[in-house]
């Protein structure tokens, strides 16, 4: 389970430092050593420590769930502070460092990200319920019809001004359904360890 773990975070560390680098050279190598770094650290102070108290079968499931979120509390993170740039300057900057990051593809990428993850609970239902995968799709699905408002595109042309006028409640409403299905996958998980804790109370007995 430990090896599985390093693994992961390698490559997201990995990940990260190739991504910094490709955008602010050697500087972003810097940047990118330092946040890997910390991810690392984060990870094995919250994950690592309670992951090697749970059995086989739980703590599969457990990794799974946790691994599933990451990427999930990082889209909610940028989806925060879309709304909140329409409010503050300093969100805006942010976020437009983000999109021109990406290319200007960030909703697009976003969104094909997200259909990609709520495909996968459908396939398999006994890992992440089906119900949050349906959910992540939906919110993906709308993510990447945000993503071509600026198209040229007949069916574009019709759906857009709805977006463009109800902006900020549309993201509002994917920022509590994203963060339904964080905190909903994050009680699952931690509903498997209070059950295996609880039946080692049991057999003590």
Same mark, same amino acid.
């Given at each position: $389970?430990?090896?599985?773990?390093?693994?992961? $975070?390698a490559g997201i560390i990995s990940g990260i430092v190739a991504y910094t680098t490709s955008q602010l050279?050697?500087?972003?190598?810097?940047?990118?050593?330092?946040?890997?770094?910390?991810?690392?650290?984060? *990870?094995?102070?919250?994950? &690592?420590?309670?992951?090697?108290?749970?059995?086989?079968?739980?703590?599969?499931?457990?990794?799974?769930? @946790?691994?599933?979120?990451?990427?999930?509390?990082i889209i909610l993170g940028i989806e925060v502070i879309y709304l909140l740039s329409s409010f503050y300057?300093?969100?805006?900057?942010?976020?437009?460092? %983000?999109?021109?990051?990406? /290319?200007?593809?960030?909703? &697009?990428?976003?969104?094909?990200?997200? *259909?990609?993850?709520?495909?996968?609970? %459908?396939?398999?239902?006994? /890992? @992440?319920?089906?119900?949050? =995968?349906?959910?992540?799709?939906?919110? =993906?699905?709308?993510?990447?019809?945000?993503?071509?408002?600026?198209?040229?595109?007949?069916?574009?042309?019709?759906?857009?001004? @709805?977006?463009?006028?109800?902006?900020?409640?549309?993201?509002? $409403?994917? @920022?509590?359904?994203?963060?339904?299905?964080?905190?909903?996958?994050?009680?699952?998980? *931690? $509903?498997?360890?209070?059950?295996?804790?609880?039946?080692?109370?049991?057999?003590?007995?």
């Amino acid at each position: $389970m430990s090896k599985v773990l390093d693994i992961a $975070m390698a490559g997201i560390i990995s990940g990260i430092v190739a991504y910094t680098t490709s955008q602010l050279g050697i500087a972003g190598t810097v940047i990118g050593a330092v946040l890997g770094s910390m991810l690392y650290q984060l *990870m094995s102070n919250f994950f &690592r420590e309670p992951l090697d108290n749970v059995d086989a079968i739980k703590t599969q499931k457990l990794e799974r769930s @946790i691994f599933y979120v990451f990427p999930l509390i990082i889209i909610l993170g940028i989806e925060v502070i879309y709304l909140l740039s329409s409010f503050y300057d300093t969100s805006l900057l942010i976020f437009h460092s %983000l999109e021109t990051a990406t /290319r200007w593809n960030l909703f &697009r990428t976003i969104g094909v990200g997200l *259909m990609i993850m709520g495909v996968y609970p %459908l396939l398999e239902p006994e /890992r @992440i319920s089906p119900v949050y =995968g349906l959910i992540v799709l939906i919110v =993906g699905v709308v993510k990447l019809m945000v993503g071509f408002v600026d198209f040229n595109s007949p069916i574009v042309a019709w759906y857009s001004p @709805i977006f463009h006028q109800f902006n900020e409640l549309i993201s509002i $409403m994917l @920022i509590a359904a994203l963060l339904y299905v964080i905190v909903a996958i994050i009680q699952d998980s *931690m $509903m498997f360890k209070g059950e295996k804790d609880q039946s080692k109370v049991v057999k003590g007995n």
